[in-house]
C-alpha cells in the first residue's frame, strides 16, 4: 500500500528581487483536482495522433496541461485555493520538471475513470475540504470566471457541472462526497453529462450549471487551439499573411478529386488541404500525387472541415466540395471580395449540366446568396481564418453545417458574393431529380428552423 504525502499548500517569497515558493502546511477550504496523463508519444491523445502524428499529438497535449495550469493557479493564487494534480503515466519527478513545483502531484488510483475521479475526490475531502472542483485538462476555453463561477454555484448548490459539447463534461464541483455521481457512468460517451444529471437528481442533489465548452480529443477539436494560437505555436501551423488555404471533406471522391485539384494545387501561396473521413477507394492517393496534403479525420463535412482548417496556415480558409470546381483566377476574386470589410464570401453557383430547370437553379440560388445572404456549401464559402477560428468553425453535424455556419456569419457582417461562379457536379440533381432534389433541400431547411435535430435531417435526408 503506497502511503501518500500529506497535502501541502505553496505559497511564495521575493529574495533579491526573486519569487521562490515555499511549502505551507496550511489547508485551504477550496481545492481544484486536475486529472491528467503524462504527455508520453503514442500514450497520449491516440485519437489525434493520425492527424498530427505521435510527437505532436504529446506535444499539443503537453500545451494543453500548460494552458490549464496557468488558469488555475492564477485562480487559486487569488482565491486562496489548493491545487492537486491527479496523474497517469509518467511519474511525479517528470511532472515536477515539466510543469513546475506550485501544485501537489499525486498518481491516480486503479480502475475506470469514474473510480479514479470518485478516489481524488474522497482524498481531498479527507484532507480537509470543503468545496471541491475536478477538472480534465483537454478544454483550453477554460477561463478564470469558469472557476469563479463555479465555486459561488458551490455556495448554495450540492453540484456544479460544466458540460462539454460532445456529451461529457469538463468540470465537476461538489461540497461533500457524492459517489453516486460516479456510478455505472457510460465514460468516454456522447451519454455522460446526461447520465450525471439523472445521478444527481436521483439523490436529489441541487445542480448548478456552467456555459457549454468544447475538449480536444480529435483532429476537428484542434480548431479550439487555434483560437489561441501563440500558446499553441510550436505545435500546430500558425497563420501565414497572404496564404489561401483550400479546404476539401473527401469520402471515396476518386472520380472526382483529380478533376477538382488539377487547377488549384502548387500554386503560389495556396495550399490545399484534403480533409479524409476514411475513404476505402484511391482517394488519399490520388491526392497526394496531385501535391495537396491529406488530413486524416472523422468522417462527417463539419469535422472534416475544422479538422483541415486546424491545420492550415492560410489568411483566408476557402471550403470547397470535392466535386466543385474553383475559376482559375479564384485567389484574386476572394481576395477582392474580402477587400470591401465583409465577414465572408461565397461564389456564384453554376451546375454543370444543361437544362433549363438547373439554370432556374442556378439563379434562384444565386439571388438568395445576394439577397438573403445565405450560400450553400457547394458555392465555396471563404472567410479569414482569424473570423472562423473566432466562431469556433462549422457545427460537428453530418447536415445543414453551412447553413448554420452561414446564419451566425452574417451576423458577424456582410456575406459578399464574388463575381465569378463554380462549377459543380450535377450529379445530385440527375440522381433525385431537379424537383425532389429542390423540395427535398427546402423540407431540410423548414425543418430545420422549426427545430428538427441535424441527426435526424441526415437519417431522412440520405
Same mark, same amino acid.
Request: proline share 5%; glycine share 8%; hydrophobic share 40%.
Given at each position: 500500500?503506497?502511503?501518500? &504525502? ?10 533579491? #528581487? ?28 491516440? &485519437?489525434?495522433?493520425?492527424?498530427? #502524428?505521435?510527437? !505532436?499529438? %504529446?506535444?499539443?497535449? !503537453?500545451?494543453?496541461?500548460? $494552458? ?21 503515466? #509518467? ?5 515536477? %520538471? ?21 478516489? @481524488? ?7 480537509? @475540504?470543503?468545496?471541491?472542483?475536478? *477538472? ?20 448554495? &448548490? ?5 458540460? %462539454? ?67 499553441? &505555436? ?8 497572404? !496564404? ?20 488549384? $494545387? ?14 476505402? =477507394? ?33 489568411? *483566408? ?38 437544362? /433549363? ?13 445576394? /439577397? ?5 456549401? =457547394? ?17 460537428? /453535424? ?8 452561414? $446564419? ?20 445530385? /440533381? ?27 435531417? %441526415?437519417?431522412?435526408?440520405?
Amino acid at each position: 500500500m503506497r502511503l501518500e &504525502r500529506p497535502f501541502m499548500a505553496f505559497g511564495s517569497i521575493s529574495i533579491d #528581487g526573486k519569487s521562490l515558493v515555499i511549502p505551507s502546511n496550511s489547508l485551504r477550504a477550496d481545492r481544484i483536482v486536475v486529472m491528467t496523463r503524462f504527455p508520453e508519444p503514442g500514450r497520449t491523445k491516440t &485519437r489525434l495522433i493520425p492527424a498530427l #502524428g505521435a510527437d !505532436r499529438a %504529446a506535444a499539443v497535449h !503537453r500545451r494543453l496541461i500548460v $494552458c490549464t495550469l496557468n488558469v488555475v493557479s492564477q485562480w487559486a493564487e487569488a482565491h486562496d485555493c489548493d491545487i492537486e494534480v491527479r496523474y497517469t503515466g #509518467g511519474d511525479e519527478s517528470q511532472f515536477l %520538471a515539466q510543469f513546475g513545483v506550485q501544485p501537489r502531484y499525486a498518481p491516480q488510483s486503479e480502475g475506470s475513470l469514474g473510480q479514479r475521479m470518485n478516489s @481524488a475526490v474522497e482524498a481531498a475531502f479527507s484532507d480537509g @475540504a470543503k468545496r471541491i472542483v475536478i *477538472i480534465g485538462t483537454d478544454c483550453p476555453g477554460l477561463e478564470a470566471s469558469h472557476l469563479t463561477h463555479a465555486f459561488e454555484q458551490l455556495t448554495d &448548490r450540492d453540484v456544479v457541472i460544466g458540460p %462539454a459539447t460532445d456529451g461529457g463534461y469538463y468540470l465537476l464541483g461538489m461540497r461533500r462526497h457524492l459517489p453516486r455521481l460516479f456510478d455505472d457512468i457510460a465514460w468516454g460517451t456522447e451519454t455522460v453529462f446526461r447520465q450525471t444529471l439523472e445521478r444527481a437528481a436521483e439523490a436529489r442533489n441541487t445542480v448548478g450549471l456552467l456555459p457549454m465548452l468544447s475538449d480536444v480529443d480529435y483532429a476537428e477539436d484542434l480548431i479550439q487551439c487555434r483560437r489561441s494560437e501563440d500558446q499553441f &505555436r510550436d505545435v500546430l501551423p500558425r497563420t501565414m499573411p497572404g !496564404r489561401i488555404s483550400v479546404i476539401i471533406p473527401t469520402l471515396n471522391e476518386a472520380a472526382n478529386i483529380t478533376a477538382t485539384l488539377e487547377h488549384i $494545387c502548387n500554386r503560389p501561396n495556396v495550399e490545399v488541404i484534403v480533409a479524409d473521413g476514411g475513404s476505402d =477507394d484511391q482517394t488519399p492517393e490520388l491526392v497526394r500525387v496531385a501535391g495537396a496534403t491529406v488530413v486524416q479525420c472523422n468522417k462527417g463535412r463539419g469535422k472534416q472541415m475544422n479538422a483541415g482548417a486546424a491545420l492550415a496556415r492560410g489568411e *483566408i480558409l476557402i471550403f470547397l466540395h470535392a466535386d466543385t470546381k474553383l475559376p482559375d483566377d479564384f485567389a484574386d476574386h476572394v481576395c477582392q471580395t474580402l477587400r470591401d470589410g465583409t465577414s465572408g464570401g461565397a461564389f456564384r453557383l453554376r451546375i454543370g449540366a444543361s437544362g /433549363w430547370m438547373l439554370r432556374l437553379i442556378e439563379s434562384a440560388a444565386n439571388l438568395r446568396s445576394r /439577397w438573403l445572404q445565405l450560400p450553400y456549401g =457547394d458555392q465555396a464559402i471563404f472567410v479569414p481564418a482569424s473570423v472562423f477560428f473566432h466562431m469556433n468553425g462549422f457545427q460537428h /453535424w453530418p447536415l445543414m453545417e453551412d447553413y448554420d455556419f452561414c $446564419c451566425r456569419l452574417r451576423k458577424i457582417g456582410r456575406i459578399a458574393l464574388a463575381s465569378a461562379s463554380v462549377t459543380t457536379s450535377a450529379r445530385r /440533381w440527375q440522381r433525385l431529380g431537379v424537383l425532389r432534389t429542390t423540395l427535398t433541400n427546402l423540407v431540410c431547411i423548414a425543418a430545420f428552423r422549426l427545430g428538427v435535430s441535424p441527426v435526424t435531417l %441526415a437519417r431522412w435526408y440520405r
